[in-house]
């Protein structure tokens, strides 16, 4: 081998020497890494693992604090969505740790793992004893996030569904469902729209309006369908006062064999997108989209079919 290439090589193996340093001093000991994606990985099972009483997540801009009830889930005292809660400790639970991201404090502010700058979810686990952990930003690929261990320097990477959930705010959280009823137990519908008042009623050949009318099937089915899970798209503030804001766009009674009413809701007209949806014995004022509220509270002229009842005749 000539002086020459000799020169180029120990040169190449210096530039690497360099690069090993470097990397190892920003990353820290392979050891110490791997103790603490060992600890981090423990502590995202124990999390997601068991029934917690309540989890917070807080954030330099406000906090959420769910909490477990007799009756399900709150968060900040409004009925929470049991689902998405149970989404979050699987997220946790199911979690990938990926690469260390860096030991470095000095790379925590990039990393948005800060003390300030992540947010902090605490999940009160089954014995009381609290699992913290800092969620940074996203990381390179969709379901990637950065996360540290309070009180550790180790920054990784961490795959799975854990930073959509703690970046929801208190009205994600939240329960949208409005109307939720076995429909099959459904006899008769009262509806009010464009101040016309009538009525659906079930009988053994199927539903008819309450001047004998038939109806038509796919607009009684919509509404049906609405019936048994009406989501809403929003909230729009719980104020008993404002529920009577805007003109009334209909009302609908659903009643049981017995007469009972299963649901009672109101549609109110607004100068917003949505109109305000409420339910009778409930504070909660719900925002539905227009098409929706043409589901549920449809028009006469839409109910009505153009063919006769069914007399039973061939």
């Not at 947010?119 to 699992?131: F, I």
Request: glycine fraction near 10%; aromatic fraction near 4%; charged fraction near 25%.
């Amino acid at each position: 081998m000539s002086e020459k290439s000799l020169k180029i090589l120990a040169g190449t193996v210096a530039v690497l020497l360099v690069l090993y340093v470097v990397t190892a001093l920003g990353s820290g000991s392979p050891d110490a890494a791997a103790a603490d994606g060992g600890a981090l990985a423990a502590a995202l099972e124990q999390a997601g693992t068991g029934e917690p009483a309540s989890i917070r997540i807080v954030s330099a801009d406000d906090t959420v604090e769910l909490r477990r009830e007799a009756d399900g889930w709150t968060v900040d005292g409004y009925a929470a969505d049991t689902a998405r809660v149970s989404d979050l400790l699987a997220a946790l639970r199911d979690a990938r740790i990926g690469h260390l991201a860096s030991s470095n404090v000095e790379n925590h502010a990039r990393l948005g793992v800060t003390d300030s700058a992540a947010r902090v979810l605490e999940v009160a686990t089954d014995d009381g004893a609290p699992v913290r952990l800092l969620v940074g930003d996203a990381g390179p690929s969709y379901d990637g996030a950065y996360l540290r261990l309070p009180g550790r320097d180790e920054a990784y990477l961490v795959y799975g569904d854990i930073r959509r959930h703690v970046t929801r705010g208190v009205d994600g959280w939240r329960d949208r469902t409005i109307v939720a009823i076995d429909t099959a137990a459904v006899r008769t519908i009262e509806l009010t729209r464009d101040a016309a008042s009538y009525t659906l009623a079930r009988g053994d050949d199927g539903w008819t309006l309450d001047d004998g009318a038939a109806t038509d099937a796919a607009a009684v089915e919509d509404l049906l369908r609405e019936l048994a899970r009406l989501e809403a798209s929003g909230f729009a503030g719980d104020s008993a006062a404002a529920a009577t804001d805007g003109e009334r766009f209909g009302t609908l009674v659903a009643l049981g064999a017995a007469g009972d009413t299963l649901v009672a809701l109101s549609l109110t007209d607004t100068e917003g997108a949505d109109l305000i949806a409420t339910v009778a014995g409930r504070a909660t004022r719900f925002e539905l989209p227009r098409w929706r509220a043409d589901r549920v509270v449809p028009t006469i002229e839409t109910l009505r079919s153009d063919e006769p009842p069914n007399d039973g005749e061939s």
